[in-house]
């Protein structure tokens, strides 16, 4: 008895918030959106930070016997 009124009131959560999560998006449609700009320099941070540490990689693989001594 007491899980099916955690679910009813679970649902009713639920969807309270979807209706206001829709009237709000009504109301202000432009919320949220991320111009092509914002994507294409997250795009070349990311792949310059992986190009780093791959090089980085490398390097201390290629030279991880002469680094022992060190």
């Not at 955690?6 to 649902?11: K, P, S």
């Not at 979807?18 to 919320?31: I, M, N, Q, S, T």
């Amino acid at each position: 008895m007491q899980t099916a009124a955690l679910t009813c009131r679970a649902v009713h959560w639920l969807t309270t918030r979807l209706h206001e999560g829709l009237e709000e998006a009504k109301r202000r449609p432009d919320r949220g959106d991320i111009s092509i700009t914002t994507v294409i320099i997250w795009v070349a941070v990311v792949a310059g930070a992986v190009l780093i540490a791959g090089t980085i990689a490398v390097v201390i693989s290629k030279y991880n016997g002469k680094l022992a001594g060190v």
